[in-house]
């Protein structure tokens, strides 16, 4: 299945992201924890060159609770300060100012060697679309907050959220493109609903999903719809079945009885993308550890 995705506002994207870096000294990034490096954008090194990194594996309750410390030491291992977080119920954001703050130690080091002192710290929050960046924000930022900049006449420009004495935060999020030019990478954001459904074949999207749950999850679709699923699924085709049992089981049925694959279709993606099949990776950190980040 190959996904072609190519959001309108790319360009003006980038130039914005570069025009924002410039005023920070520290980047937070997040992915989603399910599919970490399918949802990291591809050019957020370059653009980032230079500065402190922090990168949030978000969503981290949706996913399989045996990946995700594996996945947080992968990018610590790769330099990052790196830390899981669910920013829906706050679980993990707390530590997040400490994790900033550590992040940019050698910066304020340098800073005091050359007398600057107690500047606070600038940070922004990157991803791509739907990463839960503004869920995030909102957490983070919580309710003790005043607002700098953009002062109704005294000063035009950016608005800052301060956090702390010591640190202050870019309060609009930089929107980064996701990695469209790897069909792996596509096909996990689409079973993650991070591409919009009208532009892809949600039903063999469907069996796809079923495939990798197959090798993966095995027991994930028998205890959610109490279905007995077929063995030796290897292609696309042998999950059908799966869709026809799900159909049945939810009285998906058509006219004449036959079953309504692409309800069911719906109905497995949704429950996917909610949970409902328990904690799933998509990607596993063990494929990934020779290549760079
Ligand atoms: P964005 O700014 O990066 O585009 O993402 P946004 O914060 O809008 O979040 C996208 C969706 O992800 C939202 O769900 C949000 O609630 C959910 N979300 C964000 N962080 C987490 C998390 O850590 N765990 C879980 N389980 N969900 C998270 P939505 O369906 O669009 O809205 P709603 O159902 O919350 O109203």
Known sequence: MNIQWYPGHMAKARRMMQENMKLVDVVIELVDARIPLSSKNPDIDALASGKSRVLLLNKYDMADPKYNELWKSYFEKKGFYAALINSKDGQGVKQIKDIVYKA?????????????????????????????????????????????????????????????????????????????????????????????????????????????????????????????????????RDCVPVLERIAIKRSCLMKGGEPDIDRAAGILLDDFRNARLGGITLEFPQDYEALPV
């Open 104 to 236: 940019c130690e050698a910066k304020i080091e340098r800073d005091r060697r050359r007398g600057i002192l107690n500047r606070p710290v600038r940070a922004m929050v990157v991803g791509i679309p739907n990463v839960g960046k503004s869920t995030f924000i909102n957490s983070f930022v919580g309710r003790a907050t005043a607002k700098t900049g953009n002062k109704p006449g005294v000063t035009k420009g950016k608005q800052w959220i301060r956090l702390s004495s010591k640190i202050e935060l870019l309060d609009t999020p930089g929107i980064l493109w996701p990695k469209f030019e790897d069909p792996n990478a596509g096909m996990r954001l689409a079973f993650i609903g991070s591409i919009n459904d009208d532009i892809i074949q949600t039903t063999e999207l469907s069996l796809e999903l079923i495939l990798f749950l197959d090798r993966h999850y095995p027991d994930s679709i028998k205890n959610r719809y109490g279905i007995g699923v077929p063995g030796n699924l290897n292609e696309l």
